[in-house]
């Protein structure tokens, strides 16, 4: 005979002829008052007692005022002992991380909020101690006006499938470990393995950009290296960033001795600057992201910069060294905030630090050169010295001699004479020649002795008087050189344009030190220079470099320049 199942048995049948009979009664209205009442929470017992889930609700307090059977189970309590109570005299109250406040706070943001919260992984100690894991679904309850009341909650057992998770997560952990182990392995051993690992965890895309860098970083690399010039390898570092980086604007700044930047080249798209960069050392000193890479290591991303040279709302900044040598820094500006991301900071940082080296190489041979011509030049100087300006020092004492052997209203006498001013205006031709291929000494001649050379060879070139009033000064080795260069730029300006018969030359002590040079020329008009003409301009700005006034006074009676210096 077979035996019968929970659904053949009699007393089941008889339960559920009972609840068909009392759900057939409630429906055709047989039951009213009270026995409706009590036939409706009865059917709704049966309902929830019936479901595997465990169900419950709250009131406004998150207090416990009804649950199905499979949450008294998981309580411990017997649903009628349930009502008033809370989270926090569950079972599961003092758990560290999943402790009453945890459910609590839940209840909370679904009431306040007034939405539904669904799929909430928790932990739960049962009254019998066994630790489960749950999944669960709250909801608000409202009133027939919608005003919030409460909360009705359900929860599901997950714990089977959340301990498969978590043994799933531990072996690919301990997989991705040994992936990492042997992937080592292999780097070390050889270059090209390394790359059969990286398709393992890289897309087909991924692998193409990463080629496509790596490939530009070569090249990159090869061009600034054909060359020592400055110029040439910073336009071939930026044509590597444009090509590695996306950007608005890419820039180069390279750092002096004293530490002073400059921003020796830079690109910018379409559009994103209204007008041209003019920045000074301190500027870019002062921008965010030099500030930030002065004190970290770089590379270094700044979202919406404080100074940038564009309008930039992503600046990423790399610096460039040779061992403890700060050769300058490559930044590259976007106009859209967040832009950058650690990726663009590891290939900006990798084209620094190639184009570190590159730079530092190449001011290396500069100042090599720099050097070599240096040399020559003092060859050449000692050469002149001692061969040409010997000979015209001779030629010169020789004119003088002879001039004194010969009556004054000969005409031998003026010929001689007239050879007596071109060796001296040689000579004097000579020793600013030498001064020039020793510009290091100019500095240390008398400004007095500078100008007196500059008439010397002024008269040896052209008749013209000249009147001199020199006083000895004593001027800082920049203020010395710029106003012989004035001097020397006034002297020519006056021998090519003004046709002046008479120069009148006065150095003054002072103070204030004033230098004055007048012709009786044409003149000019100062205020319409031909273009071309920049003898003017630089004058003045020689003059505002040391901080002293340039006048200049012009008519047809000739033209006067002043130089004053207050020291």
């Not at 499979?70 to 599961?92: I, N, Q, V, Y």
């Not at 939405?115 to 669960?136: M, N, Q, S, Y």
């Not at 100008?451 to 203020?479: C, F, K, M, S, W």
């Not at 470099?545 to 020291?567: H, K, P, Y």
Request: charged share 30%.
């Amino acid at each position: 005979m077979t035996k019968p199942t929970a659904f053949s048995s009699p007393g089941a049948s008889n339960r559920s002829n009972e609840v068909r009979d009392m759900y057939a009664a409630l429906l055709q209205g047989e039951l009213s008052g009270e026995e409706a009442l009590a036939a409706s929470e009865q059917m709704l017992k049966i309902l929830m007692d019936s479901m595997t889930n465990a169900v419950f609700w709250k009131d406004l307090d998150s207090r416990f005022v009804g649950c199905n059977q499979a949450f008294s189970d998981f309580a411990g309590f017997e649903p009628a002992l349930l009502l008033g109570k809370s989270d926090r005299d569950m079972p599961w109250a003092d758990d560290g991380e999943f402790s009453s406040e945890w459910f609590i706070d839940w209840d909370r943001a679904v009431m306040e909020s007034g939405e539904p919260k669904f799929g909430i992984l928790e932990r739960l100690r049962r009254a019998d101690g066994v630790v489960t894991w749950i999944e669960t679904n709250k909801v608000p309850l409202r009133d027939l006006n919608g005003e919030i009341i409460g909360l009705l909650g359900a929860f599901k057992d997950v714990t089977d499938v959340h301990l498969a998770q978590e043994e799933l997560k531990r072996t690919l952990d301990d997989l991705d470990a040994r992936v990492q182990r042997r992937t080592a392995e292999i780097e070390r051993a050889n270059e090209a393995l390394r790359r059969e690992v990286d398709d393992r965890i890289r897309s087909q895309a991924q692998e193409r950009q990463q080629r496509t860098y790596a490939e530009t970083l070569r090249d990159t690399a090869a061009a600034m290296s054909q060359t020592f010039d400055l110029e040439s390898v910073t336009e071939q570092a930026l044509g590597g960033v444009e090509r590695l980086v996306s950007n608005d604007l890419a820039g180069i700044l390279l750092a002096s001795n004293d530490g002073s930047l400059e921003l020796t080249r830079h690109m910018a798209g379409f559009g994103y600057l209204d007008q041209a960069i003019d920045v000074d050392s301190a500027e870019l000193a002062d921008l965010t992201v030099i500030r930030r890479l002065i004190d970290e290591r770089g590379p270094v991303i700044v979202n919406d910069p404080r100074t940038a040279l564009g309008p930039a709302g992503c600046v990423l900044g790399a610096r460039m060294r040779v061992a403890d040598q700060l050769v300058g820094y490559l930044i590259v500006e976007s106009a859209t905030p967040g832009f950058y991301t650690a990726d663009h900071g590891e290939r900006l940082g990798a084209v620094a630090d190639l184009a570190g080296a590159v730079l530092s190489n190449a001011r290396l041979a500069q100042r090599v050169s720099e050097l070599a011509a240096a040399e020559e030049r003092q060859r050449l100087a000692r050469d002149l010295h001692d061969a040409v300006n010997q000979s015209l020092w001779t030629a010169a004492l020789s004119a003088e001699s002879l001039l004194s052997d010969v009556e004054e209203d000969s005409d031998l006498h003026q010929r001689i004479d007239r050879l007596r001013q071109l060796t001296r205006g040689a000579l004097s031709e000579m020793r600013e020649l030498l001064l020039e291929l020793r510009p290091s000494e100019l500095a240390e001649v008398q400004l007095r002795d500078l100008i007196e050379h500059l008439l010397n060879a002024l008269e040896g070139r052209r008749r013209i008087e000249v009147t001199a009033e020199l006083q000895r000064v004593q001027l800082d080795p920049a203020v010395n050189i710029a106003l012989y260069r004035i001097a020397q730029q006034a002297l020519s300006n006056m021998a090519q344009h003004s046709n002046a018969s008479e120069l009148d030359v006065r150095l003054t002590t002072g103070p204030p030190v004033v230098l004055r040079v007048a012709d009786n020329g044409d003149g000019f008009d100062a205020d319409n220079v031909p273009s071309g003409h920049l003898g003017l301009q630089i004058m003045r700005e020689r003059a505002d470099a040391i901080g002293a006034r340039l006048e200049v006074e012009s008519d047809s009676d000739g033209t006067t320049v002043t130089v004053t210096v207050t020291q």
